[in-house]
């Protein structure tokens, strides 16, 4: 295994939805969230669009890597995330949207939040109380406090506390 790199996360928290929606026609479709295959990483390339190497992501044994999809579509990738399970927290390692949910012409919003939350759901069932950790690029710190309600804590390094991650899980994962 290589040396732990923090990379500094620039994903916009466009909109907290129930679960994602569609720009166009403000329907929501319902999500799922499952690992990422060996298999899907001929949909993540570069030469698809997307910004970050998920092989490397993948193939790093200290990271889990899941994908976004719609329920009732789950061969298109809606986002991806990755993170490391720590001893009393998550660390959320990478995070991105699809290319076509991205920018002005983007055909569906919530992605990041929904893939935030799944993160946040994840640190309670394995006993991290919601604890998410991440390493932020300067300009989105405020973003990130306003929207997803994490704590900076200087530098670049960032946690979503329990009572956050709380509102962001109850938000996108219904019980």
């Known amino acids: 295994m290589g040396e732990k790199v923090n990379i500094q996360l620039d994903f916009v928290i466009d909109k907290l939805t129930n679960s994602i929606q569609n720009i166009v026609t ?3 479709f319902r999500t799922v969230v499952t690992r990422l295959t060996k ?3 001929r949909k993540v390339t570069k030469k698809n669009g997307w910004n970050f190497d998920w092989r490397k992501e993948l193939n790093n044994n200290s990271l889990e890597v899941y994908k976004l999809s719609i329920e009732e579509n ?3 990738i809606q986002g991806l995330v990755s993170f490391a399970v720590e ?3 998550i660390y959320m390692n990478l995070l991105e949207s699809a290319p076509f ?3 002005a012409k983007k055909v569906y919003e919530g992605v990041a939040g929904n893939l935030v939350a799944f993160v ?6 394995r006993g991290h109380e919601g604890f998410v950790a991440f390493t932020a690029k300067t ?3 405020e973003h990130y ?3 997803l309600g994490a704590y900076h804590f200087g530098g670049h390094k960032m946690i979503i506390p329990t009572h956050s991650a709380k509102i962001l899980v109850e938000k996108y994962f219904k019980t």
């Not at 946040?120 to 069932?125: D, M, P």
């Open 120 to 125: 946040c759901k994840t640190s309670f069932q």
């Open 26 to 28: 403000g329907d929501s």
């Open 145 to 147: 406090e306003n929207t």
């Open 74 to 76: 789950t061969d298109i």
């Open 101 to 103: 949910n991205i920018g």
């Open 39 to 41: 298999t899907d990483l």
């Open 139 to 141: 300009k989105l710190i």
């Open 87 to 89: 001893s009393d927290y």
